[in-house]
């Protein structure tokens, strides 16, 4: 591997640390909803029709490990589990108001604490974060640099 593709690797990797250490404490304020279980109200509200198969599969887990976490929020409110109209035999997993009210402030609190730290750079290095960034999304995931472009 190039030299310099291994340093602007290291410099990705420790900007990922400083992105997780400044959106962990953004996280800190939230209730009492455990990561795992975050996560899980995360994937349910991005992909429509998710069964627990296809839950324990984005978790890489076993059903019966997504089963109790689904149980979990369940309990709380925040997930609902309803007969699939199209396969009866099948559970899709839905997520409550409460559940994406709670996801929303969550992503209003990371953007406000990543805002915090932007504004300390100058505009044209945040221009140049920005660019950065879609070439990076666009080399990891050519359909999402696609939809980059077209939007």
């Avoid at 509200?45 to 984005?58: F, G, P, V, W, Y």
């Amino acid at each position: 591997m190039d030299d310099r593709v291994t340093d602007v690797a290291a410099a990705v990797e420790s900007a990922v640390e400083s992105l997780v250490s400044v959106l962990s404490t953004s996280d800190a304020q939230s209730p009492a909803v455990p990561p795992a279980q975050l996560r899980v109200l995360t994937i349910i509200s991005a992909t429509r029709h998710t069964n627990m198969s296809r839950l324990a599969e984005a978790l890489d887990v076993v059903p019966s490990s997504a089963s109790r976490l689904c149980d979990r929020l369940e309990a709380t409110g925040l997930l609902r589990r309803v007969p699939d109209p199209r396969d009866r035999r099948e559970v899709r997993l839905m997520i409550t108001p409460a559940a994406r009210r709670l996801l929303d402030e969550l992503r209003e609190r990371r953007r406000a604490a990543l805002a915090v730290v932007l504004e300390r750079m100058p505009d044209d290095d945040r221009q140049d974060l920005l660019r950065a960034l879609e070439a990076f999304a666009a080399a990891a995931d050519p359909d999402h640099g696609e939809a980059l472009r077209l939007a």
